[in-house]
């Protein structure tokens, strides 16, 4: 099947400084790619739709300065989070479909705020 | 979006075959199913997808009544390793928004 990966798998970083998350799929172009945050023992909370040359989509409630997402390319989304703070400390996952068959998912990206 | 129901834990044993069934009563004429398996700490997987009666594949077989108003996700033969979270997900095929409901934590027990 396709494969999105996700960089990288785990960053710890201080409060207060930004983080970048890349998403790619690598055999296959997408011009919409999806972030999820995940926190422990709970589901995928869908935060953003990334799309290709323009504007992202924030679902009700996802701050957009705070968490900024960039889709320069067929190829590649970017998840930015600024200043983050412990609170931010999550599970963050991307997801991308190539034509009309399933949506993939990476593996995810653990995010430490300390 | 169609919203989905699904029970929120299971318990089984090695061997035996289980069954996770999915209500999604608000299903629209376009909307696919899809189940996913989801280990801690990684990505979702897919595991099947089906519009209508049934699909079967290498791992398992999605059952769909006519009315499409829920779906069963019927794995053979479980094993220690099954031991995740499946989601059951309702939307459109091909870069649908795809919104996850609660899933079903399925433990499997020697």
């Known amino acids: 099947g396709a494969v999105v990966s996700q960089h990288p798998s785990r960053v710890i970083c201080k409060s207060g400084t930004s983080v970048k998350i890349e998403c790619r799929s690598l055999?296959?172009?997408?011009?919409?790619m999806f972030w999820y945050r995940q926190f422990p023992k709970q589901s995928l909370m869908l935060m953003a739709t990334?799309?290709?040359?323009?504007?992202?989509?924030?679902e009700q409630g996802v701050e957009k300065d705070k968490f900024l997402i960039n889709h320069a390319s067929l190829t590649l989304s970017t998840l930015t989070v600024t200043s983050a703070h412990p609170e931010d400390s999550s599970f963050y996952i991307c997801?991308?479909?190539?034509?009309?068959?399933?949506?993939?998912f990476g593996q995810g990206t653990r995010l430490t705020v300390v | 979006l169609a919203k989905t129901t699904q029970p929120i834990s299971m318990d089984s044993y090695e061997g035996q075959e289980v069954n996770i069934t999915c209500s999604h009563n608000?299903?629209?004429?376009?909307?696919?199913i899809t189940w996913y398996q989801q280990f801690p700490s990684q990505g979702p997987r897919f595991i099947i997808q089906?519009?209508?009666t049934k699909v079967t594949n290498e791992v398992a077989s999605l059952f769909i009544p006519a009315d499409r108003k829920s779906s069963t996700l019927s794995l053979p033969r479980v094993s220690l390793s099954d031991t995740a979270v499946y989601y059951c997900?309702?939307?459109?095929?091909?870069?649908?928004?795809?919104?996850f409901g609660a899933g079903t934590r399925l433990f499997v027990k020697a």
């Open positions: 997801s991308a479909t190539p034509s009309d068959t399933e949506a993939f």
């Open positions: 055999d296959f172009q997408a011009t919409t």
């Open positions: 990334s799309n290709e040359g323009s504007k992202a989509t924030y």
């Open positions: 608000n299903i629209a004429t376009n909307d696919y």
């Open positions: 089906g519009y209508k």
């Open positions: 997900l309702v939307g459109e095929a091909g870069g649908f928004k795809t919104i």
